[in-house]
């Protein structure tokens, strides 16, 4: 079936490189996405690869495609405070039913 | 500017009674969800519509009701038989385009008194 999963915590200090994981399990999925959530709010798009693409850089993310294992990553170099949020990865399979994972909430310390 | 609102941001409401959640986008998108978040349990998806007046359940479906009369409105009604109502509801609404992002609004929370 249709799964999408992610790791639920991170925690991070100032200035360290973050890495948030995602398995999912449909290969149909043209697009994989990150998205990211404040508190309170509702999500925000913050990047996304096309499938046949094994990397995309842009500014300090970085997401990386292993279509094989069907594993996606995204990395924040010199995290911030700011960067504190909930993390999302998600997918739109053949079929058009937009799947998340369960969030990653990333923790940025002083 | 185009983009997807959800009203109210806050909501109360009393045990027992039925409540809607308004969902409005001006994108011409096709396809809209409707989501729940609970504390630690990410998003999990209880009705999607990728046409109108059509609409399919997703896995919490059950005490959830929604309509689809036009294409920018995707309204979620909360009956009385949904036992624990009290939650973060998400609307997104995408392409039918299936190569493009989804676009969220900001959120309604419901809290049950």
């Known amino acids: 079936g249709e799964d999408v999963e992610q790791s639920l915590f991170l925690s991070v200090r100032e200035g360290d490189s973050s890495v948030i994981n995602c398995t999912y399990t449909d290969s149909s999925s043209t697009y994989l996405y990150w998205y990211k959530q404040e508190p309170g709010a509702g999500l925000q798009l913050l990047t996304y690869i096309f499938s046949n693409m094994d990397m995309k850089q842009d500014q300090r993310l970085t997401v990386l495609l292993n279509k094989k294992d069907k594993h996606l990553s995204l990395r924040i170099a010199d995290t911030q405070t700011g960067d504190s949020a909930i993390y999302f990865c998600a997918e739109i399979p053949i079929g058009g039913k937009l799947i998340f994972g369960q969030g990653t909430e990333l923790s940025v310390k002083p | 500017d185009g983009g997807i609102t959800q009203s109210p941001k806050y909501l109360f409401r009393k045990e027992g009674q039925n409540v809607t959640l308004s969902c409005e986008q001006n994108l011409n998108h096709d396809a809209m969800y409707w989501y729940r978040q609970d504390p630690g349990q990410g998003l999990r998806l209880i009705y999607y519509s990728q046409i109108v007046n059509d609409f399919q359940k997703g896995d919490i479906a059950e005490g959830y009701s929604v309509s689809r009369e036009k294409k920018e409105s995707f309204p979620l009604t909360v009956t009385s038989a949904q036992k624990n109502p009290t939650a973060f509801y998400l609307c997104?609404?995408?392409?039918?385009?299936?190569?493009?992002?989804?676009?969220f609004g900001q959120g309604t929370r419901l809290t049950v008194v």
């Open positions: 997104a609404s995408s392409s039918d385009n299936l190569n493009t992002e989804a676009f």
